[in-house]
């Protein structure tokens, strides 16, 4: 069954630098989503891509934070500066169509702590 | 009113009983639902989908109460696998984000 993959499944950094996250989400997948998860809270959407474009984005998505699909297959995180409350489980997400009723498949989770 | 609402829990059963869910959102706009289900520090899981009054997939039914904007999931004849939490979701009106309740805490128990 295909499935979304991400990479690294762990990343330890300093306040202040940048990490980049990288998600691979089922190959025939069209819409493409990022959402955080701070230990303990719930899970918390960040941004939605079609198209090469942002569709939709939260408040938590400011500045320090951009997206990107730089070829066919990867979609990357990346947050600029990094801070501590920036310590969360990140999950990348796909789904093929983008209404409402489409189910999105998550993947794995890249766990961030900032230090 | 929270966008998604939900009894945090936990619940503690045992093995064979049923358990039921209860969910709340504020968007009375909204068409459809899911139920996902997430094990500890692991990704959500699509569990069911909610788009009419209900669905039913073999010991799980989950019902949806446009009226009071209401959803349920009810879980027949616990397993010792069940045990997770469950999260209910709602898109926002586009479709191009998922809303998430904090999520309702499952402990199944032999």
């Known amino acids: 069954e295909p499935e979304v993959t991400q990479t690294p499944s762990h990343q330890v950094t300093q306040m202040g630098q940048e990490v980049i996250l990288r998600c691979v989400p089922i190959s025939n997948h069209l819409y493409f989503y990022w959402y955080r998860q701070i230990l303990g809270q719930k899970v918390e959407f960040l941004v939605s891509f079609y198209n090469n474009e942002i569709s939709e984005k939260s408040e938590i998505f400011d500045d320090q934070f951009s997206v990107e699909r730089p070829d066919g297959s990867n979609f990357t995180l990346k947050i600029r500066s990094t801070k501590l409350e920036d310590s969360a489980m990140y999950f990348c997400?796909?789904?093929w169509g983008g209404g409402p009723e489409e189910t999105q498949y998550f993947g794995p989770g890249t766990r961030l702590l900032v230090l | 009113r929270k966008e998604v609402e939900q009894d945090p829990g936990p619940f503690n059963v045992p093995e064979g009983a049923t358990v039921a869910f209860n969910c709340t959102y504020s968007n009375s706009a909204s068409q459809s639902f899911f139920w996902y289900r997430q094990d500890c520090r692991k990704e959500p899981k699509l569990l069911m989908s909610v788009y009419s009054s209900g669905n039913e997939d073999g010991r799980f039914t989950a019902q949806l109460n446009r009226a009071s904007q209401y959803i349920s999931l009810l879980i027949r004849d616990s397993k010792l696998s069940d045990s997770a939490t469950y999260l209910c979701v709602a898109p926002n009106q586009a479709g191009t984000a998922l809303i998430f309740g904090k999520g309702t805490t499952l402990s199944v128990s032999s």
């Open positions: 997400a796909s789904s």
